[in-house]
Each structure stands twice: as C-alpha cells, then as structure tokens.
C-alpha cells in the first residue's frame, strides 16, 4: 500500500463554522472525517455533478463538540446546506432539502439546484 489512510487523512479545505457563517452562497457542512460517510458522500456527489460550487465546512466547532452547528443550524446533524443567510431547512419539515422541496421553495436554491434546470 502507497499510503495509509488514517481519520485525519482529509484531502477538501474545510472552513470552520465561524467562517462559514461569515461567508455567502452555498455553504455544506459534512463534517471533516476520512472515512466516508454515505450522506456526505452523497451531497458532494449531487452537487459535483450538478457544477455546484460550495464551500465545505467542519460540523465540530472550535471545542470540538456541535454545540456551535446547533445553534447556527438548530439541529446536531450533517449534512446541511445552507444558501447565503437563509436558515437551513429542519430534517423533516416540509422544506427539508429534496428535488419535491427544490420545486416548493424555488427561491431558496440556486438556480442550478432548481428541477429541471
């Protein structure tokens, strides 16, 4: 084996929840771990493959806990897109993040992210 691969083995730039906050435009936070998750996988892939671009962030905050991504977020789970200073929709409501909620709030996706675009 060429090299070993180990939990801090991370090869995207992420940002830190306080600069992501700072930021505008399509925000994902995934959390920063080498060993892939299917959900963040999955999003990257959905947004590499839609010409998306975003910025990645860490969902630990600077003490390592998620007490800063609840707040921001109001929930304690990744993945979580968040467009420019739009709260992020809550897992389960009738706005969670899915092509059925892209076509409902069509003002808050990116136009690239929209059906049929």
Same mark, same amino acid.
């Given at each position: 084996?060429?090299?070993?691969?180990?939990?801090?083995? !991370?090869?995207?730039?992420?940002?830190?929840?306080?600069?992501?906050?700072?930021?505008?435009? #399509?925000?994902? !936070?995934?959390?920063?771990?080498? !060993?892939?998750?299917?959900?963040?996988?999955?999003?990257?892939? #959905? %947004?590499?493959?839609?010409?998306?671009?975003?910025?990645?962030?860490?969902?630990?905050?600077?003490?390592?806990?998620?007490?800063?991504?609840?707040?921001?977020?109001?929930?304690?789970?990744?993945?979580?897109?968040?467009?420019?200073?739009?709260?992020?929709? /809550?897992?389960?409501?009738?706005?969670? %993040?899915?092509?059925?909620?892209?076509?409902?709030? /069509?003002?808050? %996706?990116?136009?690239?992210?929209?059906?049929?675009?």
């Amino acid at each position: 084996m060429a090299e070993e691969i180990s939990l801090n083995s !991370i090869k995207l730039q992420y940002a830190s929840i306080e600069e992501a906050k700072g930021m505008s435009g #399509l925000r994902l !936070i995934l959390g920063a771990y080498a !060993i892939p998750g299917p959900w963040r996988e999955a999003c990257k892939g #959905l %947004f590499y493959v839609k010409k998306v671009p975003y910025v990645p962030v860490t969902a630990a905050g600077k003490d390592g806990s998620d007490r800063e991504l609840r707040e921001w977020t109001a929930q304690a789970s990744a993945p979580v897109a968040i467009w420019n200073d739009e709260r992020p929709p /809550r897992p389960g409501s009738s706005n969670s %993040f899915s092509p059925n909620a892209c076509n409902r709030t /069509r003002r808050s %996706f990116p136009r690239v992210l929209r059906s049929g675009s």
